[in-house]
């Protein structure tokens, strides 16, 4: 996917992180509030060593892609697709996410909503995934709003800040892809 990538969304941008960044992101990210509903991958606190190791992944060799969400020339969020990897690796998993300050505005829906065409378009996977933890009904609507399916959910899967919970797994197929009605199909 071509990583120097912008797309322009009501209210937002979303662009390729750069070096730059490195004090913006630390600024932002460093909110208990978000780290409280992502994976422990996402630091909290948020150091600028965090946000130095992420933009480097970031702008390095790291499969898929993973974006800067940009409000009014300031860095306000992420959003990344990246496949998995062996038996999973025709499946991608999405994650994002958004400053306070900037939510309820749409601009997760809108995110999520241009990505997710161009990752189908552009990596060779039949579906997109995320998982989300029960207390967040904020993201689960955001992927509700863009035709993910609640497929299942993990039961007591997750443990976050001490509190055990379900994980409840959304997931988007490819569209126009023939399965069989053992929903198999071979491929090429
Ligand atoms: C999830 C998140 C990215 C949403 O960002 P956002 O830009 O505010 O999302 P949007 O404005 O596009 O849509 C949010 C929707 O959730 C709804 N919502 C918000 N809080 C809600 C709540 N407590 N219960 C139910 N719905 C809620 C909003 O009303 C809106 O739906 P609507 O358009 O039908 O009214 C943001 O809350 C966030 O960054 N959270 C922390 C990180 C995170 O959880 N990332 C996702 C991990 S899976």
Redesign the pocket.
């Known amino acids: 996917m071509d990583a120097g990538i912008t797309i322009s969304l009501r209210g937002a941008i979303l662009r390729p992180w750069s070096e730059d960044d490195i004090c913006g992101l630390a600024r932002v990210a460093n909110d208990p509030?978000?780290a409280a509903?992502?994976r422990d991958g996402f630091p909290s606190p948020y150091t600028t060593d965090d946000a130095r190791r992420f933009i480097e992944l970031a702008t390095g060799s790291a499969p898929g892609l993973l974006l800067a969400i940009e409000v009014d020339g300031n860095v306000a969020?992420g959003i990344g697709i990246h496949p998995l990897t062996d038996v999973y690796r025709k499946t991608a998993e999405i994650?994002?996410?958004?400053?306070m300050p900037?939510?309820?505005?749409?601009?997760?829906?809108?995110a999520v909503g241009a990505l997710v065409p161009l990752a189908f378009a552009q990596f060779d996977i039949h579906r997109i995934q995320?998982?989300?933890?029960s207390n967040?009904?904020?993201?689960m609507?955001?992927l509700e709003?863009n035709g993910f399916n609640r497929e299942a959910v993990h039961q007591k899967a997750v443990v976050k800040n001490g509190i055990v919970m379900d994980e409840v797994l959304y997931v988007q197929i490819k569209k126009g892809e023939l399965w069989d009605q053992t929903g198999t199909t071979r491929l090429p």
């Open positions: 509030t978000i509903t992502m969020g994650g994002y996410w958004l400053a900037h939510r309820g505005r749409g601009i997760a829906t809108a995320a998982g989300v933890f967040n009904p904020a993201s609507r955001v709003k």
